[in-house]
């Protein structure tokens, strides 16, 4: 059938922001302006088109990433009179709309791995937030060029000078506005485009009639200080447009051009602006999407690394390269199986073809394709370079696997996700539901990469482990709901872990001699404490054989099951240095078995001798409250153990930003509620890991004994 839309008229981007800035309800506009949807869903009815799963809708929050597709030509380019023109000034946008809240922060982390741009939404009263952070931090680490839209102009307290300061401020100096807005809060009613200096309105039911008209006298210096703005920065980093800025000779088309190649190196990030729910903005977003977000084709090549060789291999972003594609999600279909969400790199993949997948090095053939419309499925014959489509049922496929042509294997980097910072003890209330729960656990762990299921070696309990306690919910009341299957859970575990603070040597020898061969195996070990998030090293400093090199293996393994248990209290030991440098072995006796035993030996004495402490997960807290509750909330917090770093104010309400440890924090919400009489709210995430306090170690211990008991 061939390629209908060329690829540099294709964007893939993602639509990312904090919690409840509005991420939803402005994905829900663009599918209605891009005739995808033919009404729009509203986020507090519960009637969206990528928020649908019932959680998310119980909740008004998005929990998995949906991915869409629709078609867009700029708003301010003239109709034609017949629908092939129209089509032929149309793009191609494949987004995806990701979860703000924190405990789904990898759904948003896959996103961008596989994305080209992404639009930044930003709530226009609070303006830059906790998750605000970690999301632009994100987009950073994978280079991902974005645009910012300050979202609920329209709501009390929203100041977009306010909003672009905290974007320069916290984010980056680079955020220059493209459109301002005309009045503010209630009197929000249009938009100045400062590239056309235009007013632009919003007319009929759902503001779908863009009307743009001259900028009347008294907001013509206002929108030249901006537009100033927007030149002078574009000088800066463009040297080409500063020479026809300096001479006062440049074009609309000059300005575009210069604003895209800028935001593609990441040097001017255009601002936006609006009201999604009141349907002002979303529009000319729609145009920064696809005049300065870059196609696949404006990207690096494609570099991966030979899976054999180790060598390095670079592919370009075309349809006539070897077929290559990243697996960014797996995702539970009760009426198909798995839909394998990919990013096509290079290449075509055509239903029927044989694709190697280089992690298992095993070959499969693709019976069905499909490209989403939220959960909407519509089956194609094949995906293109810069295509996002999904395959449907096939097993053995994980998130960040690479997929390939069997003649060209390839590997990309694979997507890193957190370990969870939370545990609960759960089980199925019946025989029934044990058969299945086990099943479906395992379904949930391949569909989200930091939702992880282990066997508590001392109890016997299953226990699940998350990024939060609604992390958790979610994935508990997903087995009620999706899988039929009813459970009890305990209370929520903190995921400590176990570390040493001081360098010592250890030895461990494993020696058994019982009629026939016996086990013979001796290891010598030195153990360095590493510097926080640093993990495990391990050194073989063997020297002349004095451990044959077929036993070090066994001795690595040993080590490595002995730091996923742990030693004092089971909980996993990070940030360890192991140095096997000495030890002995038998002609006939020793075994990999003896080697592993004895390594496990040796790494147990070294830990209890070199000072353990435990660790724990400190979470990074935004409490909202009124001013008369302050007080209340700050000594609750130091209660908490919390480090209060700042108190801001934000409209009417103080901002309260705090370290706190997770293990102080499990009810909080609810507690929050009760002292500021439902009018407080809190965020918090992952920060790091730190010591626990001495007084508290010894609490730890006995609590843990006490669960096994």
């Not at 575009?256 to 935001?263: D, E, K």
């Not at 936006?272 to 300065?292: A, E, P, R, T």
């Not at 294997?409 to 939370?422: A, T």
Request: one cysteine or more; proline letters at 4%.
């Amino acid at each position: 059938m061939g390629r209908l839309y060329p690829l540099e008229k294709t964007r893939n981007i993602g639509i990312i922001a904090h919690i409840d800035a509005g991420k939803t309800t402005t994905t829900e506009r663009v599918l209605y302006y891009t005739g995808v949807s033919h009404k729009i869903g509203e986020v507090h009815e519960g009637t969206t088109i990528t928020d649908w799963m019932p959680q998310e809708r119980e909740r008004g929050i998005t929990i998995t990433a949906a991915s869409v597709t629709c078609f867009w030509s700029p708003s301010y380019l003239e109709k034609s009179k017949t629908k092939e023109e129209n089509i032929q000034k149309e793009y191609k946008i494949n987004i995806i709309d990701t979860p703000g809240h924190v405990d789904f922060t990898a759904e948003v982390e896959r996103s961008l791995r596989v994305l080209d741009g992404a639009v930044v939404v930003f709530d226009g009263v609070q303006g830059v937030e906790a998750q605000s952070e970690t999301v632009w931090h994100q987009a950073d680490k994978y280079n991902v060029p974005r645009i910012c839209f300050i979202n609920k102009l329209d709501r009390m307290g929203a100041s977009f000078e306010d909003s672009l300061k905290s974007i320069n401020e916290r984010l980056t100096k680079n955020a220059i506005p493209v459109v301002i807005p005309v009045g503010i809060e209630e009197n929000f009613s249009s938009l100045i485009d400062l590239i056309r200096m235009e007013i632009v309105d919003f007319q009929g039911e759902k503001g779908e009639i863009v009307i743009r008209k001259p900028i009347p006298d008294n907001l013509i210096s206002e929108a030249e200080k901006y537009r100033k703005l927007m030149l002078e920065k574009l000088s800066e980093v463009d040297e080409e447009f500063m020479n026809k800025y300096l001479e006062d000779n440049f074009t609309e088309s000059d300005i575009r051009s210069a604003i895209r190649q800028s935001c593609i190196k990441y040097q001017f990030i255009p601002v936006y602006c609006g009201s999604s729910l009141k349907n002002k903005g979303v529009q000319l977003v729609l145009d920064g999407v696809v005049d300065f977000l870059p196609s696949p084709l404006d990207l690096e090549e494609v570099r991966g690394f030979d899976p054999k060789t180790n060598s390095e291999i670079i592919l370009k972003p075309s349809d006539n390269e070897p077929f290559s594609a990243l697996i960014f999600k797996l995702a539970i279909d009760q009426f198909v199986g798995t839909l394998t969400y990919v990013r096509v790199y290079s290449g075509v993949l055509k239903r029927g073809d044989v694709i190697l997948n280089t992690r298992t090095n095993e070959s499969f053939r693709v019976g069905r394709l499909v490209v989403m419309h939220a959960n909407q499925r519509e089956e194609i014959e094949e995906l293109f370079a810069g295509d996002i489509g999904a395959i449907v049922g096939v097993k053995n496929l994980k998130t960040g696997d690479t997929i390939c042509d069997p003649k060209t294997p390839i590997m990309f980097e694979s997507i890193k996700f957190n370990e969870p910072v939370i545990w609960l003890k759960i089980e199925p209330k019946t025989k029934q539901d044990q058969e299945k729960m086990g099943i479906y656990l395992k379904a949930l762990t391949d569909e989200d990469p930091t939702f992880k299921i282990k066997v508590d070696p001392e109890t016997g309990d299953t226990l699940i482990g998350g990024m939060g306690e609604l992390h958790l919910e979610i994935m508990v009341d997903r087995l009620r709901r999706e899988f039929r299957v009813e459970t009890n859970v305990g209370m929520p575990q903190v995921a400590y872990r176990e570390t040493i603070t001081k360098t010592v040597e250890a030895e461990g020898k494993y020696i058994r001699q019982s009629g026939g061969r016996g086990q013979y195996g001796h290891v010598v070990i030195k153990v360095d404490p590493l510097e926080r998030n640093k993990g495990f090293e391990f050194v073989n400093a063997i020297k002349g054989g004095i451990i044959p090199d077929n036993f070090i293996p066994a001795i690595e393994k040993g080590l490595r099951e002995t730091i996923e248990k742990g030693v004092i209290a089971n909980y996993p030991l990070t940030d360890i240095k192991i140095t096997l440098f000495d030890g002995s072995f038998h002609e006939v006796d020793s075994s990999d078995l003896a080697f592993k035993i004895a390594a496990e030996i040796a790494l147990k004495d070294a830990v209890k001798k070199a000072n353990p402490i435990f660790l724990e997960p400190i979470m990074k807290l935004e409490v909202f409250t009124p001013q008369e509750f302050l007080g209340d909330i700050t000594g609750d917090l130091a209660s908490r153990r919390a480090k209060i770093e700042e108190v801001l104010d934000v409209g009417e309400l103080k901002k309260i930003l705090a370290k706190v440890p997770l293990a102080e924090m499990f009810g909080y919400v609810t507690i929050l509620r009760s002292l500021t009489q439902g009018r407080g709210f809190s965020y918090m995430e992952f920060y790091n890991y730190q010591e626990v306090p001495q007084y508290l170690f010894d609490n730890i211990i006995s609590n843990k004994q006490g669960i096994k008991k």
